[in-house]
């Protein structure tokens, strides 16, 4: 029963933080520092991480079916949004692999994320302000500015930071609309977690996870619903809302963190 109530809150918090800007990583390892919860290995962090990547491709399908049919003789011309997110991903693919054993490491540990949740909370809040006198730019993101993105995306690598916080914090510094920030960040996790994936299934040994076939097809169920509707939401609460609250939801938890270890 346990392990089964471990699977299925892990399953919802990836679901759900994953494309929030409040980082699902630290949101998964918080849970285990806290109440010694055992890592559900290789297999399970496929299984959520897959149902998260069904999600964003389910949610933005006629713009991946449009990226693909320009690669097809006879596609569209125009590639321009499609070498944006390949312009945007080599940063992180390249220092994600030069230090895989720092970030599996060191960079886990909870004063880590304390760190993280506050300073990208506030380098958030700061471009929410910002956005909100006057965003220029709708889309396409040029390619310029989606290296300038893709630089900013490294530092998610770091727990605590979040991928899709980073990468609108950093759209939004480059004078982009909420929207259409959110709008590039998704699309830019489908290769990201994509090679997560990839890279996850070519280092599993084949006993690695004593996890069951239901709880691998639940964790994946969970993450991939809960993770549409987080998208389908958070698109339309960035339009009439904004990020306020999210960076308000980060500097909170970093405080309690602070003072949780603070008090040892």
Known sequence: M???????????????????PVSSSAHLILPAQIWG???QGLLFDVAVHAGTLCAVLWYFRDTVVNLAKSLLPGGPSDRSELWAL???????????LLFR?????????????????????????????????GARHTG???LRDALLIGLAQMFALIPGTSRSGVTITAALFLGYHP??????????????IGGAVVLMLATMGSGESSLSG???????????MFAYATIKAF???????GLMPFVLYRLALGLVLWVWIIQG
């Open 179 to 192: 929207a259409a920030a959110a709008r590039f960040s998704f699309l830019l996790s489908v290769p990201v």
């Open 101 to 133: 054993d720092v970030i599996a490491s060191d960079a886990r540990a909870v004063n880590v994320i304390v760190v993280t949740t506050l300073l990208f909370g506030v380098l958030l809040g700061i471009a929410d302000r910002l956005s909100r006198r």
């Open 235 to 241: 698109m339309i609460w960035v339009e009439r809302i």
């Open 86 to 96: 390949v312009v945007a991903t080599v940063p992180v693919v390249l220092v994600g």
């Open 2 to 20: 346990t392990e089964w109530v471990q699977v299925v809150a892990l399953a919802l918090i990836q679901g759900i933080t994953e494309f929030l």
């Open 37 to 39: 919860w055992v890592d």
């Open 140 to 142: 396409p993101v040029s």
């Open 214 to 224: 239901g709880a691998v097809l639940t964790a994946f169920g969970l993450s991939a």
